[in-house]
């Protein structure tokens, strides 16, 4: 067997068998490729956008700002509770792993527009 012919077919196959090698792309490439990213403005009394859509598994990251009064971005099914002040940006992430249609809503009791203040987060099923 050639030099050339063992470099170019026997020892990748030997590498991707012994796992120093893998054909799928690493975890920072593939979280990468499923980012999410929305800017949700929280004001009197309403988010802007109101709907949110991912797929399942989804890194989705949210950035929360409003300037009026402080508001909440909360999701009791991803156990998510943020709170943003006038003139602030509140940035987190989370994995989209269920699938479902979650409320979110402002929990803060601040005014009693905050209590109507609700959108909804879409996560479609993996295939």
């Keep these: 067997m050639s030099t050339s012919r063992f470099k170019r077919f026997v020892l990748p196959a030997v ?9 799928r792309p690493d975890d ?13 403005s929280a ?3 309403a988010f802007a ?3 949110l859509e991912v797929r399942q598994d989804d890194l989705v990251k949210i950035t929360l700002t409003t300037d009026d009064i402080p508001h909440s971005f909360t999701i009791d099914g991803y156990r998510i509770a943020k709170r943003v ?15 479902g249609t979650f409320d979110f809503y402002c929990n803060l009791a601040i005014d009693d527009g905050c209590r109507k203040m609700r959108g909804q987060l879409t996560v479609r099923a993996a295939r």
């Design 15 to 23: 590498c991707l068998a012994l796992g120093l090698v893998s054909l």
């Design 28 to 40: 920072a490439a593939r979280a990468q490729e499923s980012t999410r990213a929305f800017t949700v």
């Design 85 to 99: 002040n006038p003139g602030q940006t509140v940035v987190f992430e989370f994995r989209a792993d269920k699938s």
């Design 43 to 45: 004001r009197k009394y």
């Design 49 to 51: 956008p109101p709907r």
